[in-house]
């Protein structure tokens, strides 16, 4: 049988069967799953830090566990079916999200929001801090 190259690190190879752990870059502040190190996100993914900053004293982000930020993408995590729940912010259709190494729920996916102030929010998701650690580069 022919060998193949591995691919790049930074890519998520899936199959039925298996799937490969993506890695970030180790030359960025990263977030990890506290649980079993699996990468989660850059820290260039997480929303704008004035923006957290005035949802502090507007809304910071809650999950069950306690606080959590906000994501516009993140690696190495599955996605489970979407429901409708009642948050604090109104309703929302979200899918709770868990790592693929560990299978801890991490937080959820905004998939829609009924309130247009809440428009922002889909397609982001929300990881509880509880599970994450900071990686790389971090002071």
């Not at 820290?43 to 004293?57: G, P, R, T, V, Y």
């Not at 993140?74 to 979407?82: D, E, K, R």
């Not at 829609?112 to 790389?136: C, P, R, T, V, W």
């Amino acid at each position: 049988p022919e060998l193949s190259e591995e691919p790049p690190a930074e890519m998520v190879k899936m199959t039925k069967s298996k799937t490969f752990q993506a890695y970030l870059p180790n030359c960025h502040r990263t977030y990890s799953c506290i649980h079993c190190r699996a990468h989660l996100a850059n820290h260039d993914e997480l929303i704008s830090k004035a923006m957290q900053f005035l949802f502090f004293f507007m809304q910071s982000f809650q999950g069950s566990q306690g606080r959590a930020y906000l994501f516009n993408s993140v690696v190495n995590v599955g996605c489970g079916p979407a429901e409708e729940r009642v948050l604090l912010t109104g309703l929302h259709a979200v899918a709770d999200i868990y790592c693929e190494n560990c299978k801890t729920t991490l937080g959820w996916k905004y998939e829609h929001a009924f309130e247009s102030s809440q428009k922002y929010k889909e397609g982001k998701f929300i990881i509880e801090l509880a599970h994450m650690i900071k990686d790389n580069g971090w002071e």
